[in-house]
Protein backbone atom coordinates (compact mmCIF):
# COMPACT_ATOMS: atom_id res chain seq x y z
CA UNK A 1 0.00 0.00 0.00
CA UNK A 2 2.37 2.19 0.70
CA UNK A 3 5.22 1.14 -1.51
CA UNK A 4 3.16 1.59 -4.48
CA UNK A 5 1.89 5.12 -2.81
CA UNK A 6 5.89 6.17 -3.12
CA UNK A 7 6.27 4.31 -6.89
CA UNK A 8 3.88 6.52 -8.32
CA UNK A 9 4.54 9.79 -6.62
CA UNK A 10 8.27 9.56 -7.47
CA UNK A 11 8.20 7.19 -10.64
CA UNK A 12 9.80 3.61 -11.09
CA UNK A 13 13.41 4.86 -11.89
CA UNK A 14 13.29 7.60 -8.94
CA UNK A 15 12.29 4.64 -6.34
CA UNK A 16 14.79 2.67 -7.54
CA UNK A 17 17.71 5.21 -7.52
CA UNK A 18 16.66 5.78 -4.21
CA UNK A 19 16.03 2.00 -2.65
CA UNK A 20 19.43 1.70 -4.16
CA UNK A 21 21.64 3.92 -2.62
CA UNK A 22 20.33 3.82 0.91
CA UNK A 23 21.58 0.43 1.49
CA UNK A 24 24.89 2.13 0.41
CA UNK A 25 24.53 5.19 2.69
CA UNK A 26 23.29 2.75 5.84
CA UNK A 27 26.44 0.38 5.37
CA UNK A 28 28.70 3.34 5.55
CA UNK A 29 27.18 5.12 8.18
CA UNK A 30 27.17 2.22 10.60
CA UNK A 31 30.79 1.37 9.50
CA UNK A 32 31.78 4.83 11.01
CA UNK A 33 28.89 5.05 13.88
CA UNK A 34 29.33 1.53 15.02
CA UNK A 35 27.11 2.31 17.97
CA UNK A 36 23.48 0.86 18.85
CA UNK A 37 21.58 4.44 18.52
CA UNK A 38 22.77 4.77 15.33
CA UNK A 39 23.11 1.27 13.75
CA UNK A 40 19.64 0.64 15.17
CA UNK A 41 17.72 2.95 13.01
CA UNK A 42 20.01 2.41 9.83
CA UNK A 43 18.57 -1.14 9.79
CA UNK A 44 15.20 0.09 10.11
CA UNK A 45 15.47 2.48 7.05
CA UNK A 46 17.77 -0.35 5.16
CA UNK A 47 14.81 -2.92 6.02
CA UNK A 48 12.33 -0.51 4.61
CA UNK A 49 14.43 0.13 1.84
CA UNK A 50 14.51 -3.39 0.85
CA UNK A 51 10.91 -3.88 1.13
CA UNK A 52 10.59 -1.33 -1.32
CA UNK A 53 12.97 -2.74 -3.53
CA UNK A 54 11.33 -5.89 -3.79
CA UNK A 55 8.09 -3.87 -4.00
CA UNK A 56 9.08 -2.02 -7.37
CA UNK A 57 11.33 -5.04 -8.81
CA UNK A 58 8.72 -7.50 -8.38
CA UNK A 59 6.08 -5.32 -9.77
CA UNK A 60 8.60 -4.72 -13.11
CA UNK A 61 9.10 -8.57 -12.97
CA UNK A 62 5.27 -9.46 -13.55
CA UNK A 63 4.84 -6.87 -16.17
CA UNK A 64 7.82 -7.73 -18.20
CA UNK A 65 8.26 -11.80 -18.03
CA UNK A 66 5.57 -13.87 -19.86
CA UNK A 67 3.20 -15.71 -17.41
CA UNK A 68 5.19 -19.02 -18.14
CA UNK A 69 8.46 -17.75 -17.61
CA UNK A 70 7.71 -15.58 -14.49
CA UNK A 71 7.89 -18.39 -11.45
CA UNK A 72 11.00 -19.81 -13.29
CA UNK A 73 12.61 -16.01 -13.34
CA UNK A 74 11.75 -15.53 -9.78
CA UNK A 75 12.90 -18.78 -8.43
CA UNK A 76 16.51 -17.86 -10.41
CA UNK A 77 16.59 -14.65 -8.83
CA UNK A 78 15.83 -15.52 -5.34
CA UNK A 79 18.29 -18.14 -5.48
CA UNK A 80 21.02 -15.59 -6.54
CA UNK A 81 19.75 -13.41 -3.94
CA UNK A 82 20.06 -16.13 -1.29
CA UNK A 83 23.49 -17.10 -2.27
CA UNK A 84 24.66 -13.50 -2.35
CA UNK A 85 23.43 -13.30 1.27
CA UNK A 86 25.32 -16.31 2.24
CA UNK A 87 28.65 -15.71 0.50
CA UNK A 88 28.15 -11.91 1.75
CA UNK A 89 27.95 -13.47 5.19
CA UNK A 90 30.69 -15.45 4.75
CA UNK A 91 33.35 -13.35 3.05
CA UNK A 92 32.08 -10.67 5.98
CA UNK A 93 33.44 -13.24 8.88
CA UNK A 94 36.84 -13.09 6.83
CA UNK A 95 36.81 -9.37 6.31
CA UNK A 96 35.82 -8.72 10.19
CA UNK A 97 38.66 -11.42 10.83
CA UNK A 98 41.43 -9.49 9.28
CA UNK A 99 40.48 -5.83 9.61
CA UNK A 100 37.89 -5.43 12.11
CA UNK A 101 33.88 -5.57 12.99
CA UNK A 102 33.79 -1.88 11.05
CA UNK A 103 35.66 -3.21 7.82
CA UNK A 104 32.79 -5.30 6.77
CA UNK A 105 29.96 -2.58 6.59
CA UNK A 106 32.69 -0.08 4.20
CA UNK A 107 33.27 -3.17 1.98
CA UNK A 108 29.83 -4.01 1.58
CA UNK A 109 28.74 0.04 1.05
CA UNK A 110 31.79 -0.32 -1.85
CA UNK A 111 30.44 -3.49 -3.21
CA UNK A 112 26.31 -1.97 -3.13
CA UNK A 113 28.10 1.07 -4.95
CA UNK A 114 29.16 -1.34 -8.10
CA UNK A 115 25.60 -2.58 -9.27
CA UNK A 116 24.20 0.86 -8.02
CA UNK A 117 26.59 2.92 -10.42
CA UNK A 118 25.54 0.45 -13.51
CA UNK A 119 21.66 0.65 -12.78
CA UNK A 120 21.92 4.59 -12.57
CA UNK A 121 23.60 4.71 -16.04
CA UNK A 122 21.35 2.61 -18.05
CA UNK A 123 18.24 1.84 -16.43
CA UNK A 124 16.61 5.04 -17.55
CA UNK A 125 12.60 5.63 -17.40
CA UNK A 126 12.84 5.75 -21.20
CA UNK A 127 13.88 2.30 -21.18
CA UNK A 128 11.69 1.22 -18.67
CA UNK A 129 8.80 2.54 -20.47
CA UNK A 130 9.93 0.81 -23.96
CA UNK A 131 10.31 -2.30 -22.22
CA UNK A 132 6.95 -2.15 -20.51
CA UNK A 133 5.30 -0.86 -24.25
CA UNK A 134 7.16 -3.92 -25.41
CA UNK A 135 5.90 -6.74 -23.05
CA UNK A 136 2.43 -5.42 -23.29
CA UNK A 137 2.59 -5.54 -27.19
CA UNK A 138 4.24 -8.88 -27.21
Do not use: K
Not at 7 to 27: D, E, K, N, S
Not at 38 to 51: D, E, R
Not at 66 to 95: I, K, Q
Amino acid sequence: FTGGRVIQRLGRRATIIVVGILPILTCATVGLFPHPAVAVPMYAVQAASSTLFTIVTLSLRQQLIPDHLLGRVNSVYRWFAAGGMALGALAGSFVAEAFGLRAPYFLAAALLAVPFGIVLLTFTTARIDAALADASAG
